[in-house]
Nanobody
Framework: VQLQASGGGRVQAGASLGLSCAAS????????MGWFRQAPGKEREFVAA????????DYADSVKGRFTISRDNAKNTLYLQMNSLKPEDTAFYYC????????????????????WGQGTQVTVSS
């Protein structure tokens, strides 16, 4: 599986931005997927995850209510809609995919994911 993220950019606080992640490979629809982010000088952190069917999602507390993760298995694409962006959302955003048995107990773990995309930069100015 290869993952190609896009949609990053520079916006003002309070704005919205949508990220996409195009996945290659016919096994996309069976994988749990998610988004992680890493800001300069900080550790990589979980943002959101979604199970293979889109029927289960999990979010970090810091983005709950503002971000929405979704997927379109017919298009092999993962999405992250980000609303009410804050300067602290500034980071490099990575899309990920993993062949694990999805649950809220493991969807936030970096070691659940076998594949990592190259990332896209999101910058939110105040």
């Amino acid at each position: 599986v290869q993952l190609q993220a896009s949609g990053g950019g520079r916006v003002q606080a309070g704005a919205s931005l949508g990220l996409s992640c195009a996945a290659s490979g016919r096994i996309f629809s069976s994988y749990g997927m998610g988004w992680f982010r890493q800001a300069p000088g900080k550790e990589r952190e979980f943002v959101a995850a979604i199970n293979w069917s889109g029927g289960a999602t999990d979010y970090a507390d810091s983005v709950k209510g503002r971000f929405t993760i979704s997927r379109d298995n017919a298009k092999n694409t993962l999405y992250l809609q980000m609303n009410s962006l804050k300067p602290e959302d500034t980071a490099f955003y990575y899309c990920v995919a993993g062949s694990f048995v999805y649950s809220s107990r493991n969807s936030y773990r970096t070691d659940s994911y076998n594949y990592w995309g190259q990332g896209t930069q999101v910058t939110v100015s105040s």
